[in-house]
């Protein structure tokens, strides 16, 4: 089955640097667009940066400059890259990809980051 698996996370402090990982398996996404959501306590998701195939990309304004989405094709493996980490990037981490120009419908079980005040 259709499975996308993120790791990476943990805990960091201000100004430190994390890069989140996620696996796709059993189907290839190799022409789909995948991205990265994130979800804290009492806000809404939000979209944080996503990537075409093509190599189009898409980042947050809010976090623009301090994030790089990147991806390997053949290996169904995207990739965020966050520095200057705040206490307010402090959420649970999903990667989602799409196979159509609508919602994203598939994603992942997210993977916790935490950035202490």
């Known amino acids: 089955q259709v499975q996308l698996v993120e790791s990476g996370g943990g805990s960091v402090q201000a100004g430190g640097s994390l890069r989140l990982s996620c696996a796709a398996s059993?189907?290839?996404?190799?022409?789909?667009?995948m991205g990265w959501f994130r979800q804290a306590p009492g806000k809404e998701r939000e979209s944080v940066a996503a990537?075409?195939?093509?190599?189009?990309?898409y980042y947050a304004s809010s976090l623009k400059g301090r994030i790089t989405i990147s991806r390997d094709i053949a290996g169904n493996t995207v990739y965020l890259l966050m520095n200057s980490l705040k206490p307010q990037d402090t959420a649970v981490y999903y990667c989602?990809?799409?196979?159509?120009?609508?919602?994203?419908?598939?994603w992942g079980q997210g993977t916790q980051v935490t950035v202490p005040s």
């Open positions: 989602e990809a799409k196979t159509g120009n609508g919602d994203y419908n598939y």
């Open positions: 990537m075409s195939w093509t190599g189009t990309t």
């Open positions: 059993g189907r290839t996404f190799s022409r789909n667009t």
